[in-house]
C-alpha cells in the first residue's frame, strides 16, 4: 500500500521558516519525480515545487517561491523535503507531497501528473 505522510507544518510568523517532510511508503521515491502543491483557502491546488528521480535531481520552483524554497530528496531514507525560508502570509495553505512520473519535465507542474498524494500538512503564517 502506497502511503506519503507529511510533517512539519505549523504557525510560523512572516520571516520565519519551516521544514516539512514527505515519508513514503510501498514505493521507492528514488524511481518518482516529487512534487510539492498548496491550497489556500478557496483557491485551487498549486504547484511550488518538484524534484526529479534522476541522480542530478533537477528541480522547478514556482516563481512565487524561488530563492525562497528548497526541495530535496533523501532517497535512503524514503523522505523527501520542503525547506522555507522568508515565509509570508500568503504562503498560507494546506501542503501536499506527491509522487509521480511525468513523462515531460514541463508537466510537474501538472498536479495531473502525479500518482500518490499525501493527506496535507497546514503551514500559517501570521503577520
Known amino acids: 500500500q502506497v502511503q506519503l505522510v507529511e510533517s512539519g507544518g505549523g504557525l510560523v510568523q512572516t520571516g520565519g521558516s519551516l521544514r516539512l517532510s514527505c515519508a513514503a511508503s510501498?514505493?521507492?521515491?528514488?524511481?518518482?519525480?516529487m512534487g510539492w502543491f498548496r491550497q489556500a483557502p478557496g483557491k485551487g491546488r498549486e504547484f511550488v515545487a518538484a524534484?526529479?528521480?534522476?541522480?542530478?535531481?533537477?528541480?522547478n520552483y514556482a516563481d512565487s517561491v524561488k530563492g525562497r524554497f528548497t526541495i530535496s530528496r533523501d532517497n535512503a531514507k524514503n523522505t523527501a523535503y520542503l525547506q522555507m525560508h522568508s515565509l509570508k502570509p500568503e504562503d498560507t495553505a494546506v501542503y501536499y507531497c506527491?509522487?509521480?512520473?511525468?513523462?515531460?519535465?514541463?508537466?510537474?507542474?501538472?498536479?495531473?501528473?502525479?500518482?500518490?498524494w499525501g493527506q496535507g500538512t497546514q503551514v500559517t503564517v501570521s503577520s
Open positions: 506527491a509522487a509521480g512520473r511525468p513523462r515531460l519535465w514541463v508537466r510537474v507542474t501538472d498536479s495531473n501528473e502525479y500518482d500518490a
Open positions: 510501498g514505493l521507492p521515491l528514488s524511481s518518482y519525480t
Open positions: 524534484i526529479t528521480s534522476t541522480k542530478n535531481g533537477n528541480t
